[in-house]
């Protein structure tokens, strides 16, 4: 129980584009979920947290406008990194927490941006 | 200021020689404190929950304990595939603060 996945599991792209990466929980529902970033042999940055139907909680110093999170259902969170550029590559990864009122975050695979 | 420290950094380990991973934290209003094991290129898997000091689990080759200050991951016997980064997190009221984790590796 309690998977988690996320799509693309690697993505290249130009410089200025946007990049959408999906997660999604396969086997429970998901009140709130987490997108971290993680940097080489660094620890989880908290990016945001959203839940279900509402806008996004951004951490401090992450711009809202260039990371744009939609939780649009109970299963599913989606990323959307716009106008891209190098400094954006990074091992992006999502987390869910469940509605059992437990505080575990289950963690998707991660998704490797990197921005040509 | 919040704070979670794991240490060692990193550890190399003979396969068969147990040792303990160390959390410490200085936070206000612990909920609950989290045990993660992350591979290269992967996100964290879940390993357990502690909500209180005293608490113990286990799971294979792996037991987890927390006091008021702070948390061990215990490895008994570990093999080549216990390799990996092991994560601690703290959750507080209106925040989780993960440590920058142990690198752990296995000699065979």
């Known amino acids: 129980g309690a998977v988690v996945s996320q799509h693309p599991s690697r993505v290249i792209c130009k410089s200025g584009t946007s990049v959408k990466i999906e997660c999604r929980s396969l086997?429970?529902?998901?009140?709130?979920m987490f997108w971290y970033r993680q940097f080489p042999k660094q620890s989880l940055m908290l990016m945001a947290t959203s839940n279900e139907g509402s806008k996004a909680t951004y951490e401090q110093g992450v711009e809202k406008d260039k990371f744009l999170i939609n939780h649009a259902s109970l299963t599913l969170s989606t990323l959307t990194v716009t106008s891209a550029h190098p400094e954006d590559s990074s091992f992006y990864i999502c987390?869910?927490?469940?509605?059992?009122?437990?505080?575990?975050?289950?963690f998707g695979p991660g998704t490797r941006l990197t921005v040509l | 200021e919040d704070q979670v420290t794991q240490s060692p950094e990193a550890l190399r380990l003979q396969e068969g020689e147990s040792s303990s991973l160390n959390c410490s934290y200085t936070?206000?209003?612990?909920?609950?404190l989290f045990w993660y094991r992350q591979d290269p290129g992967k996100g964290p898997e879940f390993l357990f929950t502690?909500?209180?000091a005293g608490e113990e689990k286990e799971k294979e080759r792996l037991k987890a304990t927390l006091t008021k200050k702070e948390s061990f991951l215990h490895i008994t016997a570990p093999k080549p595939e216990d390799s990996a980064t092991y994560l601690c997190a703290v959750h507080l009221d209106d925040k989780i603060i993960f440590g920058k984790g142990t690198r752990l590796h296995i000699l065979p």
């Open positions: 936070v206000s209003g612990l909920r609950g």
């Open positions: 086997d429970f529902q998901a009140t709130t």
């Open positions: 987390s869910a927490r469940g509605l059992a009122g437990g505080l575990e975050q289950f």
């Open positions: 502690l909500y209180s």
